[in-house]
């Protein structure tokens, strides 16, 4: 009717009418018992339009009669962790569901949920260290925030004035670091140089000393176990 007509339909409109009937064929096959069918039409949908949570909502069921009851036991898992804060696991659990059911809308929202959780328990934990007087274990934690979540600002600050308050140390711990590998002590002289590392990342200096104190000590354990 709209081309005898002379009316010009936009392609965002025509494409949504294609997945308007695409999803309710869907819905009939479902109803038919055609799973295998039906989830084909839902995940096509999802490909062109990943946050259609009807779609969403109608795959995981399907997927969750040819899985029997293996996703909604994980999500629960999921969840439970997530609510005692262990977001490790949880992201792992959602994880497990995601190789399940790849389009799981809810399981991603919740991966990326945990991964700010987590970084932020990691900054929270090195600032807690930091009010401590313990700057190179903040640093650590902060660090590890970062991994996890390396758009994290605030742990990327925190991070950057744990650094600033050691920089007048550096030259201490090199001496010191210096004087327990000439005393070959070099456990010692290893742990200093990797703090400093922490500290200055790049500090060629502390990473020559690093590289000689891991070797030697690796060649002084050698000839001990002989």
Same mark, same amino acid.
């Given at each position: 009717?709209?081309?005898?007509?002379?009316?010009?339909?936009?392609?965002?409109?025509?494409? &949504?009418?294609?997945?308007?009937?695409?999803?309710?064929?869907?819905?009939?096959? /479902?109803?038919?018992?055609?799973?295998?069918?039906?989830?084909? #039409?839902?995940?096509?949908?999802?490909?062109?339009?990943?946050?259609?949570?009807?779609?969403?909502?109608?795959?995981?069921?399907?997927?969750?009669?040819?899985?029997?009851?293996?996703?909604?036991? /994980? =999500?629960?898992?999921?969840?439970?962790?997530?609510?005692?804060?262990?977001? /490790?696991?949880?992201?792992?659990?959602?994880?497990?569901?995601?190789?399940?059911?790849?389009?799981?809308?809810?399981?991603?929202?919740?991966?990326?949920?945990?991964?700010?959780?987590?970084?932020?328990?990691?900054?929270?934990?090195?600032?807690?260290?930091? &009010?401590?007087?313990?700057?190179?274990?903040?640093?650590?934690?902060?660090?590890?925030?970062?991994?996890?979540?390396?758009?994290?600002?605030?742990?990327?600050?925190?991070?950057?004035? #744990?650094?600033? #308050? =050691?920089?007048?140390?550096?030259?201490?711990?090199?001496?010191?670091?210096?004087?327990?590998?000439?005393? &070959?002590?070099?456990?010692?002289?290893?742990?200093?140089?990797?703090?400093?590392?922490?500290?200055?990342?790049?500090?060629?200096?502390? =990473?020559?000393? /690093?590289?000689?104190? =891991?070797?030697?000590?690796?060649?002084?354990?050698?000839?001990?176990?002989?």
């Amino acid at each position: 009717y709209a081309s005898e007509s002379g009316l010009k339909i936009s392609d965002a409109l025509i494409e &949504r009418s294609k997945l308007s009937r695409l999803f309710n064929a869907g819905v009939n096959l /479902l109803q038919e018992g055609k799973l295998k069918s039906a989830a084909m #039409a839902f995940q096509k949908i999802l490909k062109k339009d990943p946050k259609n949570h009807s779609a969403s909502a109608y795959l995981q069921i399907i997927l969750e009669k040819q899985s029997g009851s293996k996703i909604k036991e /994980l =999500m629960d898992a999921a969840d439970k962790n997530f609510q005692e804060k262990n977001y /490790l696991i949880a992201r792992e659990y959602f994880q497990k569901v995601l190789s399940i059911n790849p389009e799981n809308v809810t399981a991603k929202e919740k991966i990326q949920i945990c991964l700010f959780m987590q970084s932020e328990k990691d900054r929270q934990a090195g600032a807690v260290l930091a &009010r401590s007087g313990k700057p190179i274990e903040a640093i650590r934690m902060f660090l590890q925030s970062l991994k996890t979540l390396p758009t994290n600002s605030k742990a990327t600050s925190e991070l950057s004035n #744990a650094r600033s #308050a =050691m920089y007048p140390k550096i030259n201490g711990l090199i001496k010191d670091g210096i004087g327990s590998y000439n005393e &070959r002590n070099y456990s010692r002289s290893t742990k200093i140089f990797e703090e400093i590392l922490l500290i200055v990342p790049g500090n060629k200096e502390a =990473m020559e000393y /690093l590289r000689l104190s =891991m070797k030697k000590g690796e060649a002084l354990k050698n000839l001990k176990s002989k």
